[in-house]
Nanobody
């Protein structure tokens, strides 16, 4: 299983970015996907997750109402639309996929990880 994240960059506070994560190596539509992030000097944290169908989603309280996770099973891709970005959103963002289709929130529940994409939000 391979995951390729893209879409990171430098943006001003209040701006938007859309992250993409393209998956390959197995049937994408069967498995849950998640986005996680790790800021310098901090532990990795869960940002958002989505179940196999896209019918169930989870958001960390810190991003609720600003970020939207979605998936296109025909394109084997999961997205993270990030609006109203804040400097505290600055981190390396990772996509991950689990060996289950259910909605999963914790990093240890995810088996495969992408390489990460850096998001920097300037004040």
């Amino acid at each position: 299983v391979q995951l390729q994240a893209s879409g990171g960059g430098l943006v001003q506070a209040g701006g938007s970015l859309r992250l993409s994560c393209a998956a390959s190596g197995r049937t994408f539509s069967r498995y849950a996907m998640g986005w996680f992030r790790q800021a310098p000097g901090k532990e990795r944290e869960s940002v958002a997750a989505i179940n196999w169908s896209g019918g169930s989603t989870y958001y960390a309280d810190s991003v609720k109402g600003r970020f939207t996770i979605s998936r296109d099973n025909a394109k084997n891709t999961v997205y993270l639309q990030m609006n109203s970005l804040k400097p505290e959103d600055t981190a390396v963002y990772y996509c991950a996929t689990a060996d289950s289709g259910f909605l999963l929130r914790r990093s240890h529940e995810y088996a495969y990880w992408g390489q990460g994409t850096l998001v920097t939000v300037s004040s």
